[in-house]
C-alpha cells in the first residue's frame, strides 16, 4: 500500500512537471544551432502541435547567463554564445510606433495566447542584453534600443505593450503572457522589475526607476494574493506553484529584500521558505495542481 501512495505522488509531481513553463523551458527539450542559439521543442501542448520553436525568453535568458559567464571568467567562448544570442534577438526585434517588442512566433494555449504574443518577461531580459552589449562596444544603437524597450512597458498589451493595468486598483502589471486574459505570473513579473532594476541602476534613467517603482507598488498589492496560507501560487489565477517554483517565489522575495530593503519582502520570504517543511502542505498543493490541470485539458 505504501507502495502504491509514493508511486501517486511522484505520478502527481510529474504530471505537474509536464505541464509548467519553466523560465529555462525545462522541461521541454531544449537543443543548441551550430551558432549556439536555442531551439524548444514544446512537441505538443495541450492537443495541439506546437514543434520546434524559437523563444525569445529563453534566447535573452541564455544571452544573459553566457554574458554573466564571461564576466566571471573572461572565457571568450561565453562572449561568442552571448553575441550569437544577442544578434538573433537584434534581428528579431519588431519596431513599433515609439517601442520595441520581441513577440513569440508560437501559440501557447496553456494561457490562450495567441502567435504574435508579448512577454515582459523576454522584456526584461532583453533590456539587460542591451544593456551588456553597450557596455562591451560603446554602440550608441543599443542605448537607444534599450529606451524603446523600457516604453513597451507603458504600452498595454491590448495595443501590443506589456502592460496590464489592473481595473480595481490602476496599478501596473508587467505580464510574462502578454494574452486577452493576463494571468499575472509572479515570476514572469520579477525578470520584468529586475531588468528595470539594472537598467535605472546602471544608467541613473528616471523613465525605468519609474516602471520599477510602480510595479513594485502595484506587487505589494497583490503579495498576498500569492500566498494560499501553506503554498504559494504561480499566478493570480490561483494555480498552484510546483516545488521548483514556489522556491523561485522564495528567491525572488530575497532579491527584492535585497534589492529595496523593505522587511515586507523579508517577511514573505522567510513564511514562504518555511512552508517547503511541510511534506503534507506541498503533496495539497500537488494534487490541487492535478486537478486543475485535468480540468484545464479536458
Known sequence: MRKIIVLFVLTIAVSIYVVTPYIDSAPYEVRVDSRGVPIVDYDWLMGRYIGEQRYPVTIADYADKNYKYYVETGDEAYLQRFYANFDWLETNKVVKD?????????????YGCKAGWTSAMAQGLTLKNYLHAYELSDNESYLKTARSIIKSFNVKIEAGGVLYVDPADGGYWYAEYGCDNSPRVLNGFWFALDGLHEYYN????AEALALYLRGL???NHHLPDFDSGSWTYYDLGAYPSDHVYHNLNVQIMRELYNQTGDELYYEYGDRWSKYNYSSFRFGRMLTKNLIRRFLVTF
Open 217 to 219: 507598488e502595484e506587487l
Open 202 to 205: 546602471s544608467t541613473g534613467d
Open 98 to 110: 515609439g517601442y520595441v517588442v520581441f513577440p513569440v512566433g508560437f501559440d501557447y494555449p496553456f
